[in-house]
């Protein structure tokens, strides 16, 4: 009885369809207006059928439910049968969902539930649509992270080597301080990628747990979709080009100076950037921008050309015999700088103190403090503040002194030159 109101429900569906596919057909060749009622008739005659067919499914019992969810469902139940194929949704896989031609990944199961990427993702991940690998591990964040450790590994040294470059223009995007015309994916590719142990455009497609070991084994699979990938960093690429140029078109007049130094600094870090980004694209077969790129290498060598034009003269207060002057000389020297006059534009001003500290201690203390300023005369602004103090004792005070003296030097070559050489990488062109 219930095959005959199954195919009673099916015949009345075939025939009103038929019906009415019929009436669009003799339309043909007529006026407008008929052609207008026939297209209403056919768009009634499919909503008729689809009536049909819902109140087929209600009185059976929504039997005819989808495939796909019937086979997730057997696939998940942990039976004897062999292997079921299932194509995963967009959502659980974190595929696209055919963005740009790209098929969702196909994930099958074995009996215990063990999905066919966990052991070699490209079963399920076709290498023609994705790169992908697989992390494995005793907690699902760290799964997570040595999947996404062993995509990073499949693009070679160069590419993890340069991570902090990545790192520090991802931030200024996020931050605003450089702004950059990018697309949406561009942009939600940048952002969801949390730190560098994770390229940008990388996602976590899936996760199984296996509960059958001691302790519980988790695994995860990173993946990048290849054409996606190919945009986003193509389109990376480009705008980091674009800002480079816009960033060295300085007159001769305006590049002899500080900005013109950090302005090509900062061309040296967007390269380094883009070397990762032309090498991830041509793991992936994507065009070849290195040939036309330039390297790091160049703009920084440039940098210290400029430096090299740019004199600063170093005026410390309190320095005895000029030992702190010499220790800041030697920073600026060390990397190319002049030490210049009293007209010279760019002027550090420093002062020394040293003072004995009282303390419940048979021997004597002195501490040192150091402040300093990088100015620049033209606007009378400060580039750099820097300072710092310390302290050291003796049993006498004038060798307490000396003592602090000579950590102060110690500390204006080492750290000075450190925080110099971070604020000339680091520091964003003003316009």
């Not at 390269?271 to 921008?289: H, Q, R, Y």
């Amino acid at each position: 009885m219930a095959y005959t109101k199954k195919t009673f429900f099916c015949l009345l569906t075939f025939c009103l369809l038929a019906s009415f596919l019929n009436a669009a057909g003799q339309g043909e060749g007529e006026a407008q207006a008929q052609t207008t009622q026939t297209q209403g008739s056919l768009n009634q005659g499919r909503a008729m059928s689809q009536d049909a067919t819902a109140e087929m499914d209600r009185a059976f019992g929504n039997q005819s439910a989808g495939t796909q969810s019937a086979q997730k469902t057997n696939s998940g139940s942990g039976g004897a049968q062999a292997p079921t194929a299932v194509i995963a949704p967009a959502a659980s896989a974190g595929a696209s969902g055919g963005a740009l031609g790209v098929p969702p990944p196909t994930i099958t199961k074995d009996k215990n539930g063990k999905p066919n990427w966990a052991d070699m993702s490209d079963n399920a991940y076709s290498r023609q649509y994705y790169i992908s690998a697989v992390g494995y591990a005793t907690s699902r964040p760290a799964a997570e992270a040595k999947a996404f450790g062993n995509l990073t590994a499949l693009f070679g040294q160069s590419v993890s080597g340069n991570f902090s470059a990545v790192e520090t223009l991802k931030e200024r995007i996020s931050d605003g301080i450089v702004s950059v015309q990018l697309g949406q994916d561009i942009k939600s590719a940048v952002e969801s990628s949390s730190s560098m142990d994770q390229l940008i455009g990388a996602e976590i497609g899936d996760r199984w747990e296996d509960k059958s070991t001691k302790p519980v084994g988790y695994y995860a699979v990173a993946f990048m979709e290849i054409p996606k990938t190919i945009k986003i960093y193509s389109d990376l690429i480009d705008s980091n080009v674009a800002l480079i140029n816009k960033a060295i078109n300085l007159p001769p007049a305006d590049k002899t100076s500080f900005e013109g130094i950090i302005r090509y600094q900062f061309a040296a870090s967007l390269a380094d950037a883009n070397e990762v980004f032309a090498t991830v694209l041509s793991v992936i077969g994507g065009p070849d921008k290195k040939g036309s790129l330039t390297q790091a290498s160049d703009y920084r060598y440039e940098a210290s050309n400029i430096a090299r034009k740019v004199p600063i003269n170093v005026v410390v207060k309190n320095d005895e015999n000029g030992r702190l002057k010499a220790a800041f000389a030697a920073v600026f020297s060390g990397m190319g700088f002049r030490t210049g006059s009293n007209s010279s534009r760019y002027v550090l001003n420093a002062t020394l103190a040293i003072s004995p500290v009282a303390l419940n201690n048979q021997n004597k203390f002195s501490r040192f403090e150091i402040t300093a300023n990088l100015i620049d005369t033209t606007n009378n602004t400060t580039l750099m503040p820097y300072s710092v103090n310390g302290r050291e004792g003796h049993t006498t005070q004038s060798e307490a002194d000396q003592r602090a003296l000579r950590a102060a030097e110690s500390k204006v070559k080492e750290e000075y030159a450190e925080n110099l050489e971070e604020f000339l990488a680091s520091a964003v062109p003003k316009k």
